[in-house]
């Protein structure tokens, strides 16, 4: 009894765990190259916002907030120059991995897989269909209007 | 560079101020620990040293004298009396043949008076103890896998 | 059935083993598959640890008193609740119980990141996998729960097991241990985050995003097991007081010490992406500690008022934790590159350096307290003689650095980031900062001889009223905008911005914990011996003792003494302290009386009868605002829990996740509309 129950449990063990089928894998979010550069910037706005919330409170002086709010948008220059430096870069490696036997596409745009890599610097572009405003990456809900998108395509 | 200095110059000082606190802190509540024998074996100008000397507590010794409790330590063949005049209540595992760790001084007439006494609670990892219920502890001895 | 829970065990283990290579391996070539077998095996070791514990559980609920386990730890007078408790109580069901939680933990880090992360879950998988084999190792093959008894080959069984120790039956202990695991097993999680992304290379601060609200769940886990070890040693323990300084409880607070200087930087390296190795070294730290707390309270290798065994497991955690320590400093100097700062300090006199001084104090304190912990062991290493330091070593070390943490705490807020002029620390500090001198000099003045007392006193309330500053003046702003009155506003402020507000409801918990620490400095106690009928004094009590009373119910003896207390002439409360015996333990424990009041406790335990029989020995305390503490205590919960909802903002989609805080100054808001579209 006890030898029977141990053999069962061993085997469904085992085929649950080396079984697997290709549509057992999960669905993978794009990655986006540049996301940490998106959060960065977040980070650089909620400083901002910060800096302009303890000056209203009256905790800066008016000389401390403008100079740190010099300070972050100098930063927040780089850091779009850096964005879009990114995504020329993987404009051109696009075109090139367009042409045929162009490897180089994957090294200089390191993302997860290449099925990915085609969806997000691709030129296909993801619509919003309450507004019309689109976006380069598959979004749940509008980056514009708010309301939920449903992955259609333009 | 300027501020490097100055956060080393206040780092530097709140790590000294610190190590000083704790050097003087270990010179000021620091004891050894000692076994019966080394005790017995100690010459006169270790009295001043705090000792912690750990035994079982001899069954029977318990007496109580005042705000005084006299006891024995055994460790083997070796006895240590100890006269425990603490202000701290004595802890409710203590009593016969529990494992005690008294924390005091030697005397001359080698008595030892002890400040504190912990007694180890048989607690959640503890050995089983014997005596308590010789059937068990003798089966679980002979434990296989 | 014990073969049946010995087995789920052993598979386990080589499940373990199969994750940790397959994700690793997966990881790293890429390959789905494989990544994806690895996560199965993570449920599946899941389920079969469940069984495993199911098993033992029954086990201890039906009596089988042939595993030796149940024998030792269970017997059948036990309530249920302290026959479940059993589960953690000994060695070997508690490495059980730290598996089976690690794994829960595991199952549901790779459920929830099943879509997201992708690019490190294999390594994230791996690491924690890696600690599961360590825990599934020993019990499998060290330290097994599902051994019999045996007299030759013959498998045998007692009547009655040996129960758990009377000291222990009380329900602050029943879910006092359980509550540190959750802290200690929790930690691992976002340790594994941290090396995969340090392994993965991964730009940015995702891991500290994903494992932000995990860090703080644990954390909570670890200072309620801890406040609950406090309380219980309190009430319980006779002498009133709530900490040691006992190797025990050391090991318990390293972590929580590291883990708090974590959950504070991190927020360096989330605005300004400064500290990184720093934040790596720290959660590491914890994690390693969590380690070699589980160590110390199982090997033995410091004596303790807790009893411990000796026991064979302390090499292997030895080797785990070198191997542990070898590969992440391997890690980390490796990939120091990826870790780079990408800002600088600007000033001391700025919120950052307040961070900096913060964590570099709480290190201290962590190096204080393990110094103290294993001084016996390093001086034996050293100089060949075992000596040990106890409380006052801790106390000097640690009471001026808690009270410059407190310090710490209300300066934190004042400074703003990057540099702070003059005129703004002028506006900040003068009010708060001239109240809590006059509070010192008035102290003095009043006959507190009690310096650190004064200056603690000074400091919470200068912190006190900082942080109330920083809830008016923030209701204050937000109001002006919203048209809100000052408690509404104050509601609303906390919702925009859960994790500072919260985070402020936290310190001034702490700084009405500190209220209750510093009272300790005017404790009163007294041991007497008093005849019927007589009275003795302390503090402003005139305490009579009445009578004794003996009884007897199943379980032990009692006697107990009514002692009645009076103030000034006045009939305050009747305490009955109580001495039980209990028979089949031969143990006797002492219940307290403790009367609490906001100001002080009056707290009585009853120490037993003269040798005549005649007299009462009565130890008498007065513990000034100890009740304080607890109330931070609760306070500090419902900190925690705010922090952990999330901001209103985040909660809300698309743009409104650049509405957030910002009010007024409207080139603000034009600034930030070309953001949504940055990625064009």
């Known amino acids: 009894m006890i030898l029977a129950l141990s053999i069962g449990l061993v085997v469904v063990v085992l085929l649950y765990v080396l079984v697997i089928r290709p549509q057992d894998l999960p669905f993978v979010e794009p990655h986006s190259p540049t996301g940490h550069l998106d959060e960065r910037k977040a980070a650089i706005y909620e400083n901002l916002r910060d800096a302009n919330f303890e000056f209203l409170m009256g905790k800066l002086s008016p000389d401390d907030y403008q100079a740190t709010k010099a300070d972050l948008q100098q930063e927040l220059n780089a850091v779009n120059v850096e ?14 991995a367009a042409a045929p036997k162009s490897s180089n596409a994957k090294a200089q745009a390191p993302t997860s897989t290449p099925a990915v890599s085609e969806s997000v610097a691709g030129t296909q572009r993801f619509v919003c269909g309450n507004c019309g405003a689109s976006f380069p990456l598959p979004l749940k809900f509008c980056g514009e209007c708010g309301s939920k998108m449903d992955e259609a395509r333009a | 560079m300027n501020n490097t200095w100055k956060f080393g110059l206040i780092t530097v000082a709140i790590l000294g101020v610190i190590l000083w606190l704790a050097i003087g802190g270990i010179d000021e509540s620091k004891a050894y620990y000692k076994t019966i024998d080394e005790v017995k074996a100690m010459g006169d100008g270790e009295l001043e040293k705090r000792l912690r000397v750990a035994g079982d507590v001899m069954p029977g010794s318990i007496v109580r004298d005042g705000s005084l409790v006299r006891f024995t330590l055994i460790q083997d063949d070796l006895r240590l009396p100890v006269i425990y005049n603490g202000t701290e209540p004595l802890p409710d595992t203590f009593r016969d043949n529990a494992q005690a760790l008294a924390d005091g001084r030697m005397a001359t007439d080698g008595t030892f008076y002890a400040k504190r006494i912990q007694a180890k609670c048989a607690s959640k990892y503890a050995p089983k103890e014997a005596g308590s219920d010789g059937a068990v502890s003798e089966v679980i001895n002979n434990k296989a896998s | 059935m014990e073969n049946l829970g010995s087995l789920a065990i052993l598979f386990a283990f080589l499940l373990a083993v199969f994750a940790t290579a397959a994700s690793l391996v997966g990881g790293w070539k890429e390959k789905p598959f494989l990544v994806a077998s690895g996560e199965r095996a993570v449920y599946a070791i899941w389920a079969l640890l469940t069984l495993a514990s199911g098993l033992l559980i029954y086990a201890l609920l039906t009596g089988d008193f042939r595993l030796a386990y149940v024998a030792a730890h269970s017997n059948r007078e036990m309530p249920i609740l302290y026959k479940f408790a059993a589960w953690w109580g ?105 090396m995969g992304s340090l392994i993965r290379r991964e730009p940015g601060e995702a891991w500290i995003h994903t494992t932000r609200r995990w860090t703080l769940l644990t954390w909570l886990f670890q200072s309620i097991g801890i406040l609950l070890g406090a309380g219980w040693a309190y009430e319980v323990l006779g002498w009133g007081g709530y900490w040691g300084w006992d190797p025990v409880e050391n090991a318990s607070l390293l972590p929580w010490i590291t883990g708090t200087a974590f959950l504070h930087s991190v927020m360096m390296q989330e605005k300004k992406g400064m500290m990184k190795v720093w934040n790596m070294v720290l959660i590491s730290a914890t994690f390693l500690l969590c380690i070699f707390g589980t160590f110390l309270t199982r090997s033995g290798i410091v004596s303790s008022v807790h009893a411990f065994a000796q026991s064979p497991i302390g090499n292997y955690f030895i080797a785990f934790l070198a191997l542990a320590i070898g590969l992440v400093v391997y890690l980390i100097l490796d990939r120091m590159d990826f870790l780079h700062s990408e800002a600088r300090l600007d000033s001391v006199m700025s919120r950052e350096s307040s961070f900096l001084f913060n964590n570099l104090l709480l290190l201290a304190s962590c190096f204080a307290v393990l110094w103290g912990t294993l001084f016996p062991v390093l001086s034996e290493a050293f100089t060949g003689e075992k000596i040990s330091v106890d409380a006052p070593f801790f106390n000097r070390v640690m009471v001026p650095i808690g009270l410059f943490l407190l310090l710490l705490t209300g300066m934190g807020p004042l400074f703003a980031w990057r540099r702070t002029s003059a005129d703004s620390l002028r506006r900040n500090f003068l009010w708060p900062g001239v109240a809590g001198l006059a509070l010192m000099v008035v ?238």
């Not at chain 3, 729960?145 to 498998?155: H, I, N, Q, S, T």
């Not at chain 3, 009163?524 to 003795?536: A, D, H, N, R």
Request: with cysteine; glycine share 10%.
């Open chain 3, 90 to 194: 000994g060695q070997e069901g508690s490495l059980l119980f730290w598996a089976w939680i690690l794994a829960s933990y595991s199952a549901v880090v790779v459920f929830s990141n099943r879509r997201s992360h992708r690019r490190i879950m294999p390594f994230v998988v791996s690491v924690l996998m890696g600690t599961m084999t360590f825990f599934t190792l020993l019990i499998a093959f060290i330290v097994g729960p599902f051994e019999v008894l045996a007299v030759g080959k013959l498998v045998t069984a007692v009547p009655d097991g040996n129960g758990l120790n009377p000291l222990l039956q009380h329900p602050a202990m029943a879910i006092h241990p359980p509550m540190l695991y959750l802290g200690y097993v929790g930690f691992t999680v976002p340790f594994a985050f941290a």
């Open chain 1, 83 to 96: 964005i879009q430096t990114v995504a020329s870069k993987l404009d051109s490696g696009k075109a090139k």
């Open chain 3, 443 to 680: 102290l003095v003045a009043f006959g507190m001889h009690h310096a650190y007392a004064a200056i603690s006193f000074g400091f919470c309330l200068f912190v006190g009223i900082v942080i109330v500053t920083e809830f008016v003046k923030g209701a204050n702003a937000l109001g002006k905008r919203t048209g809100q009155w000052m408690l509404p506003a104050m509601v609303e402020l906390t919702r925009r911005n859960t994790r500072r507000y919260g985070g402020y409801i936290v310190h001034m918990a702490i700084v009405i914990m500190f209220v209750g620490f510093t009272g300790a400095a005017f404790n009163k106690e007294l041991t007497i011996e008093v005849p019927m009928g007589g009275s003795f004094r302390l503090g402003g009590y005139d305490l009579r003792v009445r009578e004794i009373e003996n009884g007897q119910t199943g379980n032990y003896v009692w006697n107990h003494a009514k002692v009645d207390a009076y103030v000034n002439g006045r009939f305050l409360v009747t305490m009955e302290p109580e001495r039980r015996f209990y028979e089949s333990s031969r143990q006797s424990t002492s219940e307290v009386a403790i009367r609490r009041a906001p100001l002080e406790d009056l707290y009585i335990n009853f120490a037993g009868t003269s040798e005549d029989g005649q007299k009462a020995v009565i130890q008498a305390y007065v513990f000034p605002l100890v009740s304080w503490i607890w109330v931070g205590s609760w306070m500090m919960f419902l900190g925690t829990f705010v922090c952990m909802v999330p901001s209103k903002v985040d909660r809300q989609t698309g743009r409104t996740k650049l509405v957030s805080t910002q009010i007024g100054d409207p080139s603000l808001d034009l600034e930030e509309e070309p953001a949504v579209r940055a990625g064009d």
